[in-house]
C-alpha cells in the first residue's frame, strides 16, 4: 500500500489481552497498540521502503520493525532477537528479573525468544500484511505458522489459510533428463505428504533442530525451525506454546541432491502435545503420518498416545526415554520397542529407537524412514481440508464472512470464464478489442498529418467516425457492472479481499492455460463427441445436484471457509475434488485426448473450446456427484487409489505438449534459463519453435506406468483435472513458453474500467452505468497501492482523460503542500522481472507480465517520509514499471518494435530517475533491446530533458555486463553534467561496468522455493536503494519538483510527440541508436587513453616538484607556473587529438550523415567540458602535490621533535616503574603523553590560526576599541564589516558638528570642509594599503595584533588633523577599513590554511601516537619486567644454586681441617667424645636422649658444632662473595655470546632466553633451572638488543642486591636447613659408622670396619637405663648384658614368640651378635655406665615409673674421674 491513511485496512477488533506473561510480551516488544489495531500492509511500508542501513535495534520494542524490515530483504538474519540493549535497560531488566542472553559478539542481548518474536508479529499482523510475511518467511525457508495459539485464554486458536493461499512455488520432477517436468502449486490446495511431529513427555533431544536437519539436509545452513541451539532459544517461551507451523520441501529433480522425491510439508507443534488437545487432534486427522518424540511417559500420557491410533492414519514414535526410574512415580520408562508396540497396538516397525543418538543421526533415521513411505504410502492432504476438520474442532479459521462474500463477488465478475479467457475477454472486456488499437492507430496518423501542416484525410475521418459509432453502442458488460460495485463498496475490508480472490483466480486460471495452451480444433468434433459418449455414460446413474450450490460450495476446497451462509454456486473452475473413474475409463478418455493433441500438433492448429470445455464439464460434475463425495469420504483407501490413477492419467495425456524435440531439450536441462529459450523461439508467433533447423517434431509418445509406486509418483506431477490449483501443480509454468493473448489479468479489468470512462469522453452517449464515479475508484485504488496504468502497451494508447481525471481526484484527496512529485522509473525488458524488482526495493505490487501478454506502462505513488522529503524536495515518489517492453509478438501483423519504441520513450520521458534493469538473455534479442532502449534516452535527449540513469544487473554473466557497459556509457555521454570524469577517478572509470553496478542476485530466478537465497541479496538491495535514492537527491539541486498537474500535462506532451513521430529518429529506425552506442563505447575507450595518458604525465610532474628542496620556495613557485602551463598545453593537446577521432569518426559513416547535426553538438560540447574539467583537475592536484610535499616533510620533522620527547619521557616513566614497581595504569600514561604532545606542539615552528573566518575575530577587536573609547552608540554600524566593499568611503554631513556645518553652511554647502575630511580619510586608507601589502610580505599568518595596530594608526592619523568632525567620522572609516582587512587579511589567513591543515592532521594522528607511545611504554616496561623476572626466576635461582649448594661440603671440610678434627676420623672416636662431653654436661635430659634417640641425638650434636664453628669463622661471607662473582661473570658472558648475531631483531624471548641457558651450562659449568621457561610469561616479541641491555642491567642488580645481602648477619641455623646439601648430614654420614645396636641394651656396635659380620660393643649398659626390671622385684635391673652371659637368667621378648631364652643361647635369636660373658669383680669399661647409673639411680626410676635399681655397694664409689679413665681406656685399648 503505497499511501497510509488514518483508517486502515485491519479485521475486527479483538478484546484486550489478559495481563498474563503473553501481554508481557507483546508489551516488551511494543506490539500491545496493534493487538486492537493489527498492522497491515501500509504500515509495512513505512518500516521497510525508507529502510537504507540494516542495523540491530537499539531496545526489544524495536526487533519486530527489525525482523519485518530484514524479512521484506530477505535477510537470514530476520529472526534473530538480538539488540544493543543501553546498559540501563539492561539493568532494569536484570532487575525485574527478566531473562537475558547475550549474543555471540557479547555487544547484542536476547530480550525475548525468536519464536516468540514471529508468533507476537502475526498476532499484531492482519491477515494481508500475514500473508505478505507468510511468502517471504517461506522465501527465506523459514517455518511459517499454521495455527496461530491465543493469547486470551477463552479464546480459541486460529486456523491461518489465507496467508498459506498466495504461497506458489515450482519443483521438478524426479525423471530422466528428456522428461523431466517444472511443476507448480500453492501451498494452500496443493495434495501432499503432510508429516506432523509432536513432542510427548520430557526429552533432552531438540525436536525442531532434528526437523530442520530432515527438511534442511546435513549440507544446509538454513534453519527452518526456530531451535534452542540459535540465538535467543535458549529463552522460555512465553507466547509460542501451542504454535503449529509448517516447513515445505520441494524436489528439484535431481536424485542425488533431493532429500524426498516430492514435495513434503512438515508441521511442528510447539510445547507438549499433551497440553494442546485440539491441535493435536487436528494435526492427528489431517495429517498423513503423525510422528511422536516419546519421553518418559507416564501412565496417562502412555494412555493418550495410545487414543491416537485411532485418529491418525499412520502414527510413528521415536523412543527418547531415559534409562534413570524414580520412585512413587506411575510412569513408562524406556519403553522397548516391541513393548511399545504392543501397548500401544501398532504395527511392527512403527518405533524409533532414539535413546543415546546424536540429533545428527536421528534425522538421518527419521529421514530415511519418511523416504521409505514416500511416494506412494501415505495419504495426500491439503490445508484447506485441514481448515475444514479445524473448524469441526473449535478452531477459528481466519478466512471469515467477509472473506467469503469478497471471493463470492469474485466468482460472480468471473462468471463464463470457463468458457475460455479469449470468449470472455471478447464478451466481457469489448473495450480492449481490434477497435481500440484502430483507433489509436489513426490518432497517429492524425497526429503526424497534423505535425506535416497536411489536412486530416478524409477517408481517414470517415474510418474514425466508423469506429466511435461501433463503440458508441458500447454498454457496460454484467462482469464490469459487478467488478465496479465491488470497487465501491464502503467496507474497505472487503474491497481488498475482493481484489486478492480476483488475482487468485486469474493466476489459477493463467496457470491452467499455460499448462494445456491449445485446445480442440474443429476437425476434432467426431472423436470429442464419441469421448462425451462414452463419459455421459459413466453419470447417467449419477443424480444431478438440485440446486446443490451449497453443497457443491461447502465441499469446495477453494473456498475453505467455516461460515454457513450459502454461497452461489461456484463455476466449475473453483472445484478442487479428484476424480472417480477408472484406470479403463480413463484410458477411454486419455485415447481421445492423445489423438487430438497428436492430431493438433500435426496440423499445427489450435483445438477448439467448446468440446474440450464439455469434456471437462462432464468430468468435473461426476466428481461433484454426492455419493460419488459420499464413497470416497467412507473410503479412504478407495479415494486415495482413484486420486493416484487419475492423477497419472491427467499427467499422461497433458505431457502431450512435449512432443517436440527442442521443447524436450529446453525442458530438461533445469541450468537452462527460462528467458534464453523463450528468445530462442521465433517472434514471428505464438507457438513454441523447433531450436534447431530442419528438425521435425517427433510423435507424442505417452507411455502409462503400470506400477502403483510409478503412479503414485505422478500424483505429484500434476494433479486432478478439476482442481484449479492441482491443474495449477501439473502446469508448464517455469518452463518455456510463449505469451497468450487471451490470458487474463486484475490488470486488464482496471484497463478496461479506464477505457469505460475514456468512451464517454470521444464518443458522448455511450456507456450509462454511473461512469463518472470510475476516476474516484481509480484514485482509491492508487492510494492503496493498486497502479494506475499510464499506456495501453497492448494497444500503444493512452487514455489521456482518464488519466487527467483519476490524477485529478487523487491530488483531491491529498493535503494541498503534498503535491511535488519526482518520478523514478525502472525500464527493463519483459524477461527482467520489472515487478519484482520494484517490489524488492519498495514492497510494491506491479502487475508482472512475465507470464502473460500484459504490455503497458504501469505507476504507483509512494508518501515520502518527513526526512527524505526535506533532502529531496518532493512529497510523493511515482513508480513507473514498464511490463512487456520487447517481448515476443503475439502475431505476425503486430509491429512490436514501433510499440516497444513508444512505451520506452513515455517511460523515459516521465523520468526524473531511470533505472535500467538489465538480465541477461540470448545474443539475439541483445541488440534488439539495446536498440530499443538507447533510441529512448536519444529521443528523451533531443526534447532538451535527460533523467539521471541508474544501472542494474541480475546476474554476473558477461553479456550482461556487456550490456551494462554500453547503456552506462551511451547514459554517461547523454547526461548534462559529466560527473565523476577526471584523471583522479581513471579507477572509477576503467572498473565502472564491473563493481559501480549493483548486481542483484534474486531469488525469483530460483525454480523452487527449496533453493536459498543468495546470500548478498540483501546487501545488494539496499546498496541499491542507496544509489537511487542518492540520484532522487541529485534531482532536488537540478531541478525543481513539478506537481501532479505538470506530471499530467508532460505526460500529454511526451505522447503528442510519440504519437507523431516528432523526433529526428524514427520509431522503427534502429541504425541510429546502435551506431550510437558503438561511438559512445568508442569515445568512451578514448576519454580513458586520455586520461591514462595525463595521469602519467602528472605523475611525471609530481616527481619534479619533490626533486626541489623545500627550502627553496622560490624556485618552487616558479615551478608550479611552468608546470600548470605545461598542464595547460598538454590537456588542450590530448583533447584536440580526440576531437579529431570523433569528427573522423562522424565523416566516415556516410548512413547517418542525416543525424550528424543533431548529436555532434551535444558530443563536443562533452569535449570542451571534458578538457575543461581535466584541466582544472591537473592544475589543482599540482597545488595539491606542491602543498603535500611541503607538509610532508614538515611532518616528518615533529615526527622527529616528538619521539625526542617521547624518548625522554619514556626513560624517566621506565625508571620509575623499575624503582616503584608500581603498573602505571593507561590514564596515567595519557595524562604523561598530554605533557610531551603539549611541549612537542609549542616547539614546533608554526603557529595554526584557531578559526578560519577572521570576520568574528575583526569584529570583536573593533568592538572592544570603540567600548574603550565610550563609543558603544555606533556599536550597530559593526554589522558592515564582513560585506565586500566596491566603492570609495563617502563623506557625509553628519561626520561633522551642527556648528561646524553652521560655520561653513555658506561656504558652496559645507564642501571645502568636506573635501578636507575625504582627503584625510584617504590618506589614511592609502596607508593602510601600505600597512597591508607589507604584512602580507611577511612569511607568517594573520595576528589579531595586525587590527589593533590598524586601529591606533587611524587614531593618531585623525588626532594630527585640526578638522572638527563628529566620532561618526571615526567610526566609519574604521569599520570600512576593517572591512578591507577582512578581506586581505584573510587572503592571508588562507595562504596559511596549509599549517592549519596540518595541525588538523597532527591533531588527527595525535591517538595513534598516543596508542603507540602507551604501546612503546608497554613493550619497554614488559621487556624489563621480563628481564628482571628471567633474572629473579632463573639467573638468581641459579646463582644462589651456584653459592649454596656446594656450601655445605665446604663447610664439613673447613671442620675436618681445624685442630679438633681428630674427633670426626672415626665412629669410635665420635662416640668417644659424645660421652666424655655428656659426662661434662652431666645432664639427665641429654643421657636418656642418647640413650633413647641415638642418632638425632648424634644429628643434633653436630649440628650444634657446626653453628658453633660458622659463628667464630667468616667463611661464609668469603665463600658467598666469592661464588656471586664467579657466576655473575659467567651469565654475563652467556648473555653476550648470545646477543652476537641478532642485534635490532624482533623475536621470541623465550627462544633467546633458552640459548643463554643451554650456554651457561655448556661453557659454565652451572645448572639452571629451566623450569620456569615453560610458561608464557617469557614468550615476548621484542628487539633483542634491548632485552639484552634490559638484562644485563637486571643481572647488576642482582649482583648488587645479593652483595648486600651476603653482607648482613644471617641466621646460620635457617642458612643452613636452607643449603642442598647440609653440613652437619655430611660430617653425619663421615662418623656414622655401623648402625647396629644391642639387641639388650641398645649400645651401639663398635666393630671398626664397615663391613663385618658379627657386631660388637664396647660399652655394654645396664639394663636398667632401659627400664629393664630385675625377675623376682618391680625394682630397676643394674646388670648389664655380659654379666647376663655368666648367670642363668632368661629373657623374654618378640623375637622369642613368648617362650623364656636362657642369654647365654642368645646365638639361636642373634647370631650376628657377639657378646664376652663379664668376668666377676672385673673393672670392666662398664664402670663408665655403672656411674652414671648410680649418678642417675632415683631419675631412671622415676621417669619409668620403677623401683630404684638395688646397687651394689662398690658403684657407690666410682668417681667420675674413674668413670671418665675407664672410658678412655676402653676406646684406645678395647678391641672389638
Known amino acids: 500500500m503505497s499511501v497510509k491513511l488514518p483508517k486502515r485496512l485491519s479485521s475486527k477488533k479483538k478484546k484486550p489481552p489478559m495481563d498474563n506473561a503473553q501481554a508481557e510480551v507483546l508489551f516488551k516488544l511494543g506490539l500491545e497498540a496493534f493487538w486492537t489495531t493489527p498492522l497491515d500492509p501500509a504500515s509495512m511500508l513505512d518500516m521497510s521502503t525508507w529502510t537504507l542501513e540494516n542495523e540491530t535495534p537499539l531496545v526489544p520494542k524495536y526487533l519486530p520493525r527489525a525482523f519485518l524490515q530484514r524479512l521484506w530483504l530477505l535477510s537470514p538474519e530476520a529472526r534473530s532477537p538480538r539488540c544493543k540493549q543501553p546498559p540501563d535497560a539492561l539493568n532494569n531488566a536484570k532487575t525485574r528479573g527478566e531473562e537475558i542472553v547475550y549474543g555471540l559478539g557479547g555487544e547484542t542481548q536476547c530480550a525475548v525468544n525468536p519464536l516468540d518474536l514471529v508468533t507476537a508479529v502475526y498476532m499484531s499482523a492482519n491477515s494481508f500484511l500475514q500473508q505478505e510475511i507468510t511468502v517471504r518467511m517461506v522465501q527465506c525457508q523459514f517455518a511459517v505458522p499454521l495455527v496461530l495459539p491465543p493469547i486470551h485464554p477463552e479464546q480459541p486458536s486460529c486456523f491461518l489459510l489465507w496467508p498459506l493461499r498466495d504461497v506458489v512455488s515450482q519443483w521438478r520432477t524426479q525423471s530422466p533428463a528428456k522428461t523431466r517436468r517444472v511443476l507448480e502449486g500453492d501451498l494452500a490446495s496443493t495434495e501432499m505428504p503432510m508429516v506432523s511431529c509432536v513432542k510427548l513427555g520430557h526429552c533432552g533431544v531438540s525436536k525442531s533442530r532434528v526437523l530442520s536437519r530432515v ?158 513411505l514416500l511416494p506412494d504410502k501415505l495419504k495426500l492432504v491439503t490445508l484447506e481440508a485441514a481448515a475444514r476438520t479445524a473448524v469441526e474442532l473449535g478452531l477459528s479459521v481466519d478466512e471469515g464472512a467477509v472473506c467469503k462474500k469478497a471471493m463470492a463477488t469474485a466468482e460472480e465478475v468471473l462468471k463464463g470464464l470457463v468458457e475460455g479467457s479469449a470468449q470472455f475477454r471478447e464478451k466481457q472486456l469489448p473495450l480492449q478489442g481490434a477497435l481500440w488499437s484502430e483507433l489509436a492507430e489513426m490518432e497517429k496518423k492524425e497526429s503526424k498529418q497534423r505535425k506535416a501542416g497536411q489536412e486530416i484525410n478524409l477517408l481517414l475521418q470517415k474510418e474514425k467516425k466508423n469506429i466511435l459509432f461501433k463503440l458508441s453502442s458500447y454498454r457496460m458488460t454484467t462482469a464490469m457492472k459487478v467488478f465496479t460495485e465491488a470497487l465501491s463498496t464502503t467496507d474497505k475490508m472487503e474491497r481488498t479481499y475482493f481484489l486478492s480472490w480476483m488475482k487468485l483466480r486469474l493466476r489459477a486460471m493463467q496457470m491452467r492455460q499455460q499448462h494445456n495452451p491449445q485446445e480442440p480444433s474443429t476437425n476434432q468434433q467426431e472423436k470429442l463427441d464419441k469421448l462425451s459418449d462414452k463419459l455421459g455414460k459413466l453419470v447417467t446413474n449419477v443424480d444431478e445436484p438440485k440446486n446443490g450450490s451449497n453443497d457443491d460450495l461447502e465441499d469446495n476446497d477453494s473456498f475453505c471457509t467455516v461460515s454457513t451462509v450459502e454461497e452461489p454456486l461456484s463455476m466449475d473452475l473453483t472445484v478442487n475434488s479428484g476424480l472417480q473413474l477408472s484406470e479403463q475409463q480413463f484410458e477411454i478418455g486419455q485415447e481421445a485426448l492423445e489423438h487430438i493433441v497428436q492430431q493438433s500438433a500435426e496440423q499445427n492448429m489450435e483445438p477448439q473450446s467448446p468440446q474440450k470445455e464439455q469434456l471437462e464439464s462432464m468430468i468435473i460434475q461426476l466428481d461433484m456427484k454426492p455419493a460419488n463425495r459420499e464413497q470416497r469420504e467412507h473410503d479412504p483407501v478407495l479415494e486415495q487409489q482413484m486420486d493416484l490413477k487419475s492423477t497419472e492419467k491427467e499427467n499422461m495425456g497433458l505431457e502431450v505438449a512435449e512432443n517436440q524435440d527442442s521443447f524436450e531439450e529446453q525442458i530438461s536441462d533445469p541450468e537452462i534459463s527460462e528467458d534464453q529459450n523463450l528468445h530462442s523461439e521465433s517472434r514471428g508467433n505464438g507457438t513454441l519453435a523447433p531450436s534447431c533447423p530442419g528438425k521435425q517434431p517427433e510423435e507424442p509418445k505417452l507411455k502409462p506406468d503400470e506400477s502403483d509406486s510409478n503412479a503414485s509418483v505422478k500424483t505429484y506431477m500434476g494433479l486432478d483435472a478439476s482442481s484449479e490449483n492441482q491443474i495449477a501443480l501439473g502446469s508448464f509454468v517455469e518452463q518455456h513458453f510463449e505469451p497468450d493473448s487471451s490470458s487474463l489479468g486484475l490488470e486488464h479489468f482496471l484497463r478496461e474500467m479506464g477505457l469505460i470512462f475514456e468512451l464517454t469522453h470521444i464518443s458522448p452517449g455511450s456507456g450509462s452505468h454511473n461512469v463518472l464515479r470510475l476516476p474516484s475508484l481509480a484514485a482509491d485504488l492508487l492510494l492503496y497501492g493498486i497502479p494506475l496504468e499510464l499506456m495501453d502497451g497492448d494497444a500503444s494508447n493512452i487514455p489521456s482523460s482518464w488519466l487527467g481525471c483519476v490524477l485529478a481526484e487523487f491530488k483531491r484527496r491529498l493535503p494541498r503542500e503534498r503535491v511535488r512529485t519526482r518520478v523514478l522509473t525502472n525500464l527493463g525488458v519483459h524477461h527482467a522481472r520489472n515487478a519484482e524488482v520494484l517490489s524488492a526495493l519498495f514492497g510494491v505490487k506491479f502487475p508482472r507480465g512475465r507470464r502473460r501478454s500484459t504490455r503497458g506502462v504501469y505507476m504507483l505513488a509512494l508518501c515520502l517520509p518527513d526526512d527524505l522529503r526535506k533532502d529531496m524536495e518532493c512529497d510523493f515518489l511515482l513508480l513507473i514499471d514498464v511490463e512487456g517492453l520487447c517481448s515476443p509478438p503475439l502475431d505476425k501483423t503486430s509491429n512490436t518494435l514501433v510499440n516497444d519504441n513508444e512505451m520506452a520513450t513515455v517511460a523515459t520521458g516521465l523520468s526524473d530517475v531511470l533505472m535500467q534493469n538489465i538480465a541477461s538473455y540470448g545474443d539475439t534479442e541483445f541488440e534488439t533491446d539495446l536498440i530499443v532502449i538507447v533510441n529512448a534516452l536519444l529521443r528523451t535527449k533531443v526534447c532538451g530533458y535527460m533523467p539521471i540513469c541508474q544501472l542494474l544487473t541480475q546476474d554476473e554473466r558477461l553479456i550482461s555486463k556487456l550490456q551494462a557497459l554500453q547503456l552506462g556509457r551511451v547514459a554517461e555521454i547523454l547526461q548534462t553534467e559529466t560527473g565523476n570524469r577526471g584523471t583522479k577517478n581513471i579507477d572509477y572509470h576503467l572498473a565502472k561496468a564491473a563493481s559501480n553496478v549493483p548486481c542483484v542476485i534474486a531469488p ?233 604532545w603539549s611541549n612537542a606542539l609549542s616547539n614546533f615552528d608554526f603557529r595554526p590560526s584557531e578559526t578560519d573566518d577572521i570576520t568574528a575575530r575583526v569584529t570583536e577587536i573593533l568592538r572592544e576599541n570603540l567600548n574603550s573609547r565610550g563609543l558603544e552608540k555606533h556599536m550597530k554600524k559593526l554589522e558592515d564589516i564582513g560585506q565586500a566593499r566596491t566603492s570609495d568611503f563617502k563623506v557625509y554631513d553628519e561626520h561633522f558638528g551642527y556648528r561646524s556645518r553652521l560655520k561653513h553652511m555658506f561656504d558652496d554647502n559645507n564642501r571645502q570642509q568636506r573635501l578636507e575630511a575625504h582627503r584625510v580619510a584617504c590618506n589614511i586608507i592609502e596607508e593602510y594599503n601600505q600597512f597591508a601589502a607589507d604584512k602580507s610580505s611577511l612569511p607568517a599568518d594573520f595576528s589579531d595584533s595586525y587590527i589593533t595596530e590598524l586601529l591606533e594608526n587611524v587614531e593618531k592619523a585623525l588626532s594630527a588633523q585640526p578638522m572638527e568632525i563628529r566620532s561618526a567620522f571615526e567610526v566609519d572609516l574604521k569599520v570600512y577599513l576593517c572591512s578591507f582587512a577582512c578581506q586581505d587579511f584573510q587572503k592571508l589567513h588562507d595562504r596559511y590554511a596549509k599549517d592549519r591543515e596540518l595541525l588538523t592532521f597532527i591533531n588527527g594522528t595525535k591517538n595513534r601516537h598516543l596508542a603507540e607511545f602507551i604501546y612503546h611504554f608497554r613493550k619497554r616496561d614488559q621487556c624489563q619486567r621480563v628481564a628482571q623476572a628471567f633474572t629473579s626466576m632463573v639467573f638468581k635461582s641459579t646463582a644462589l644454586d651456584y653459592i649454596y649448594r656446594p656450601l655445605g661440603r665446604h663447610i664439613m671440610e673447613d671442620m675436618v681441617s681445624q685442630g679438633n678434627a681428630q674427633q670426626y676420623m672415626s665412629p669410635r672416636a665420635f662416640n668417644q667424645s659424645l660421652l666424655e662431653e655428656l659426662m661434662e ?39 658467598r662473595q666469592q661464588r656471586l662473582g664467579e657466576i655473575v661473570g659467567k651469565m654475563a658472558a652467556a648473555v653476550s655470546q648470545t646477543a652476537e648475531g641478532v642485534s635490532g631483531v624482533l623475536s621470541d624471548t623465550k627462544l633467546l632466553l633458552e640459548k643463554v641457558c643451554l650456554s651457561l651450562e655448556k661453557d659454565g659449568d652451572v645448572d639452571v633451572t629451566k623450569a620456569s621457561l615453560d610458561g608464557p610469561l617469557f614468550s615476548i616479541t621484542t628487539e633483542w638488543d634491548r632485552f639484552v641491555t634490559c638484562l644485563l642491567e637486571a643481572l647488576a642488580e642482582m649482583r648488587l642486591s645479593l652483595a648486600q645481602e651476603f653482607s648482613q648477619n644471617v641466621d646460620i641455623t635457617q642458612l643452613l636447613q636452607a643449603l642442598p646439601i647440609k653440613p652437619q648430614d655430611c660430617l653425619l654420614n663421615r662418623v656414622r659408622g655401623c648402625e ?50 655368666t648367670q642363668d637368667s632368661l629373657f623374654l621378648n618378640k623375637g622369642t614368640e613368648g617362650k623364656s631364652l636362657a642369654y647365654r643361647d642368645y646365638h639361636s635369636l642373634y647370631p650376628d651378635w657377639s657378646i664376652s660373658p663379664e668376668e666377676p669383680g672385673s673393672q670392666t669399661p662398664s664402670t663408665y655406665w655403672r656411674y652414671v647409673l648410680v649418678r642417675f639411680n632415683g631419675s631412671f626410676a622415676q621417669k619409668y615409673e620403677r623401683e630404684a635399681a638395688q646397687l651394689p655397694e662398690e658403684w657407690e664409689k666410682i668417681t667420675r674421674e674413674e668413670a671418665l679413665d675407664s672410658l678412655k681406656d676402653a676406646f684406645h685399648t678395647g678391641q672389638c
Request: net charge negative; proline share 3%; aromatic share 6%.
Open 215 to 372: 527438511i534442511g539436509g546435513l549440507k544446509s545452513c538454513s534453519e527452518s525451525f526456530l531451535h534452542r541451539g540459535m540465538d535467543g532459544g535458549q529463552l522460555p517461551r512465553r507466547l509460542s506454546n501451542g504454535l503449529v507451523e509448517l516447513g515445505w520441501y520441494l524436489p528439484t529433480g535431481d536424485p542425488d541432491k533431493d532429500i524426498f522425491p516430492v514435495p513434503v510439508v512438515i508441521s511442528n507443534l510447539r510445547g507438549d502435545a499433551a497440553a494442546h488437545e485440539k491441535c493435536l487432534s487436528l494435526l492427528c486427522r489431517a495429517s498423513s503420518v503423525m510422528v511422536v518424540f516419546c519421553g518418559n511417559l507416564r501412565e496417562k500420557e502412555k494412555c493418550l498416545l495410545a487414543s491416537w491410533k485411532g485418529m491418525a492414519s499412520k502414527l510413528m514414535l521415536i523412543d527418547l526415554s531415559d534409562d534413570v526410574e524414580e520412585k512413587n512415580e506411575k510412569r513408562v520408562v524406556g519403553f522397548v520397542a516391541q513393548n511399545l508396540e504392543e501397548e500401544v497396538g501398532l504395527p511392527k516397525g512403527s518405533v524409533l529407537s532414539g535413546g543415546g543418538v546424536s540429533e545428527e543421526d536421528l534425522a538421518d533415521r527419521l529421514r530415511e524412514t519418511l523416504n521409505d
Open 1004 to 1236: 525469483w530466478h530460483n525454480v523452487s522455493l527449496s533453493e536459498p537465497v543468495d546470500k548478498e541479496y540483501s546487501t545488494a538491495v539496499l546498496k541499491l536503494k542507496q544509489n537511487l535514492f542518492g540520484a532522487l537527491k541529485k534531482c532536488a539541486a537540478r531541478s525543481e519538483a513539478s506537481g501532479l498537474p505538470e506530471f499530467m500535462a508532460r505526460l500529454c506532451d511526451v505522447w503528442e510527440a510519440v504519437k507523431a513521430e516528432s523526433f529526428s529518429i524514427g520509431l522503427q529506425n534502429t541504425e541510429v541508436a546502435l551506431a550510437f552506442s558503438m561511438l559512445c563505447t568508442e569515445l568512451s575507450q578514448w576519454e580513458n587513453n586520455f586520461l591514462e595518458h595525463m595521469e602519467c604525465w602528472f605523475m611525471g610532474a609530481t616527481k619534479r616538484i619533490i626533486s626541489i628542496k623545500v627550502q627553496d620556495t622560490v624556485i618552487k613557485g616558479d615551478l608550479l607556473s611552468v608546470l600548470k602551463d605545461e598542464a595547460r598545453e598538454e590537456v588542450e593537446t590530448e583533447v584536440n587529438k580526440v576531437r579529431s577521432k570523433l569528427e573522423a569518426h562522424l565523416i566516415k559513416d556516410n548512413l547517418h550523415k542525416t543525424y550528424i547535426e543533431t548529436y555532434k553538438p551535444n558530443l563536443m560540447d562533452n569535449m570542451d567540458e571534458l578538457q575543461k574539467q581535466v584541466t582544472e583537475e591537473i592544475i589543482e592536484r599540482l597545488e595539491s602535490a606542491k602543498e603535500n610535499h611541503y607538509s610532508s616533510t614538515r611532518l616528518r620533522n615533529f615526527q622527529t621533535l616528538l619521539e625526542k620527547e617521547q624518548e625522554s619521557k619514556l626513560h624517566t616513566l621506565l625508571e620509575s616503574s623499575k624503582s616503584t614497581k608500581i603498573l602505571f595504569k593507561d590514564i596515567q600514561l595519557e595524562e604523561e603523553f598530554e605533557g610531551v
Open 1481 to 1519: 654436661e652431666d645432664s639427665f635430659e641429654s643421657f636418656l636422649e642418647y640413650l633413647l634417640s641415638y642418632d638425632r641425638f648424634r644429628l643434633k650434636k653436630i649440628q650444634e658444632r657446626v653453628v658453633a664453628h660458622l659463628s667464630e669463622s667468616a667463611i661464609l661471607d668469603e665463600w
Open 1636 to 1685: 647396629k645396636q644391642c639387641p639388650f641394651c641398645r649400645a651401639p656396635c663398635e666393630v671398626g670396619v664397615m663391613e663385618h659380620e658379627v657386631h660388637r660393643t664396647l660399652l655394654h649398659r645396664p639394663k636398667g637405663m632401659l627400664s629393664y626390671t630385675c625377675d623376682d622385684s618391680c625394682s630397676l635391673s643394674h646388670i648389664s648384658c655380659p654379666a647376663n652371659m
